[in-house]
């Protein structure tokens, strides 16, 4: 695709680096599947397992980068950089109250939450260990997710690539040491993912500081600014919440079909994340892009600007596709020995490929939604989105569809999303101007 657009150099400064950011977080758990994958089939299905349960933590807080990064991006549209630090300030001070209360709350319910999921015997007891110490690096990762909206926001993806890559590093690192070098197993790898994370918060912590002196806004947390955040990302939470529960019934789904299907699901959902988190780097540039043009009270920029990153999108899944196919007969060697998991996994990267050029849309419309601050219609089609997805999966339960049906469930999944996210694009009602959406 010829770089001759006026938009290709905004877009590309801002998602090549958010690219980089991106690729680096779903490469923790693709680092820990890689180890604890040579440790044998029951640690890497109870990598499975836990690893969905903590993403879906996780990403039910996703609102602390996404509105975060709307807002502040729409402040400094409209000239306001004071009041944008401000509420990157209130942001982190959120993310660290709900960390702390998903500790809580996640600690005594963490043999449940194993069990709802259906894993086998074997594979229950490691899911709970690496869950347990997990859960304490989760408020250190919602302090980076806010501090990377905080910057995104403000047009710099540049600093959350630079921590994202020192992160991914020091995972990879401590993983080695603790896993294959001192022996400690799966608790290993969840130990060095926790210190990964909450070095990572420290420096996110540090730099929204430092932007909060120099603008002069205040470090200590704003009661109305918190209620604001919390009220602005209600609507996230439940368009995040219908993704994850198609994430987390596809997980149980699969490991209700044996150890070899969750292991080899394991390996296909990481590498389906990788792939979507790279995609996702054209919606964060429309996010801070939007957001931006919107508050400056440019609607045609916006426009125009959503036409070249569809097309970035577009074009960006199909070479996806095609490196997927490529690699194919040789990614199950990377993560596993077993040759029933490799089977399954080369059946399920097939589907995997065909996908990859409608996530590039549907992941470049869904930022942009996102940055013009149109949660609360993304939060209906979320909802429309799973119950196009829930009877499909339900037959594959029922009649044992294997692995290869279960990723074509997914598939009927993201087309509803194309569907919705498109009709929402073609009108208008999603471009509202002004410093604050009304």
Request: aromatic share 8%; with cysteine; glycine share 12%.
């Amino acid at each position: 695709m010829a770089l001759r657009h006026p938009h290709d150099p905004e877009i590309l400064r801002l998602a090549l680096p958010a690219f980089g950011a991106l690729v680096a977080e779903p490469l923790f758990l693709l680092t820990d599947s890689a180890i604890i994958g040579h440790l044998g089939t029951v640690p890497l299905g109870a990598l499975g397992v836990a690893g969905q349960i903590l993403s879906t933590f996780v990403s039910l807080c996703i609102f602390l980068a996404y509105t975060t990064t709307a807002s502040v991006a729409r402040q400094i549209g409209a000239g306001n950089v004071r009041e944008a630090v401000r509420q990157g300030v209130d942001g982190i001070w959120l993310a660290a109250v709900i960390g702390v209360l998903i500790i809580a709350v996640g600690w005594p319910l963490t043999p449940a939450l194993v069990d709802a999921f259906g894993a086998s015997a074997s594979v229950a007891p490691q899911a709970e260990t690496y869950l347990h110490i997990s859960l304490f690096g989760v408020p250190g990762m919602l302090i980076v997710l806010a501090g990377t909206g905080v910057l995104r926001g403000m047009q710099d993806t540049r600093t959350p690539l630079y921590v994202s890559v020192g992160m991914f590093a020091l995972n990879g690192a401590l993983g080695a040491l603790f896993v294959l070098g001192l022996g400690w197993g799966i608790a290993g790898s969840a130990w060095g993912t926790v210190l990964a994370q909450t070095g990572g918060a420290v420096l996110y912590a540090a730099a929204v500081a430092r932007g909060a002196r120099r603008h002069g806004a205040p470090l200590r947390p704003d009661a109305k600014g918190l209620r604001a955040s919390t009220s602005a990302g209600f609507n996230l939470m439940i368009r995040t919440l219908s993704l994850r529960v198609v994430l987390v019934i596809g997980t149980a789904v699969a490991a209700r079909m044996g150890d070899v299907q969750i292991a080899a699901h394991q390996i296909a959902s990481n590498v389906w994340s990788l792939l979507a988190f790279a995609l996702d780097a054209i919606a964060i540039a429309g996010q801070a892009i939007t957001g931006r043009y919107l508050g400056a009270e440019d609607v045609a920029g916006a426009r125009a600007a959503t036409r070249r990153m569809i097309e970035w999108g577009i074009a960006s899944g199909v070479v996806f596709a095609l490196l997927v196919l490529a690699g194919r007969p040789w990614l199950p060697a990377v993560f596993t020995s077993d040759p029933a998991v490799r089977s399954q996994l080369l059946a399920a990267l097939i589907v995997v490929a065909l996908l990859e050029p409608i996530a590039g849309v549907v992941f470049v419309l869904d930022g942009v939604l996102i940055g013009a601050g149109d949660q609360a219609y993304l939060a209906v089609a979320g909802v429309i989105q799973t119950a196009a997805f829930l009877p499909v999966a339900w037959l594959v339960h029922v009649y044992g569809g294997g692995l290869v049906a279960l990723w074509l469930a997914i598939g009927v999944w993201m087309a509803a999303r194309l569907i919705t996210l498109g009709l929402r694009a073609r009108n208008d009602a999603w471009l509202v101007t002004g410093a604050v959406r009304r």
